[in-house]
C-alpha cells in the first residue's frame, strides 16, 4: 500500500513565524506535491517536485518555498507565515510514468493566527 | 473563469437513487480526465479515470464529452457510503505533471 504521511495533523502558528511542513512517502515515487485546499477553491498547487533537488513552481507559489533533498521527503517552507495562509495543506506523490493517479497524505490543518 | 467548474451541490439523495455530477473545463487541450473522492476530514483518492468512450466500474459511470468540454459521473443505486466530495480532476496538455482540481460536490446519500 502507497503510504504518504505529513508531519503534524494540526498546527498553529504566529504571524511572522518560519513554517515547516514535511511530506515523506514510502513508495519510492519520482513526484512529488504541495497543494492547498480552501472551500470553494478546490485544491490549488503550490509547488512539485520531480525529481530530487529539482522544484517547479505551480498555480500559487508566492509566499512558500520547498526543499527536495531526499526522494522521499519533501518540505514546503512559509518563511513568513501570514493570516491568508491558514489553510489544510495536502502532499500528494506520484509515480514518473503515472502522471495521473496522484496519493495524497492526511493533510496539515495549518491556522496563522 | 475557473479552468474546471462543479456544481458544489450539495446533493442529498435517498438510498437507493442515481445521482448524477457534471464538470466542466476550460481547456480545450486537456487530454486527461479523472474523478477523485474525497470523505469527510480525508485526503481525496481516485475514483475513476474517464475515457472517450466512457467506462464504468461496478455503480459508476463516467462520460466525456470532448466537443462540449463537459465530464460526467453517474452513481446508480447510492449507497450511504456514497457519502462523500467528488472531484472533477483535468490534466491539460501543457503540463505532465499537474492536475487541476475543481472544487467538488458533495453528496450526502440519506437513510
Known sequence: ?113 | RKEVEQDPGPFNVPEGATVAFNCTYSNSASQSFFWYRQDCRKEPKLLMSVYSSGNEDGRFTAQLNRASQYISLLIRDSKLSDSATYLCVVRSSGSARQLTFGSGTQLTVLP
Open chain 1, 1 to 113: 500500500d502507497v503510504k504518504v504521511t505529513q508531519s503534524s495533523r494540526y498546527l498553529v502558528k504566529r504571524t511572522g513565524e518560519k513554517v515547516f511542513l514535511e511530506c515523506v512517502q514510502d513508495m519510492d515515487h519520482e513526484n512529488m506535491f504541495w497543494y492547498r485546499q480552501d472551500p470553494g477553491l478546490g485544491l490549488r498547487l503550490i509547488y512539485f517536485s520531480y525529481d530530487v533537488k529539482m522544484k517547479e513552481k505551480g498555480d500559487i507559489p508566492e509566499g512558500y518555498s520547498v526543499s527536495r533533498e531526499k526522494k522521499e521527503r519533501f518540505s514546503l517552507i512559509l518563511e513568513s507565515a501570514s493570516t491568508n495562509q491558514t489553510s489544510m495543506y495536502l502532499c500528494a506523490s506520484s509515480w514518473r510514468g503515472s502522471i495521473n493517479e496522484q496519493f495524497f497524505g492526511p493533510g496539515t490543518r495549518l491556522t496563522v493566527l
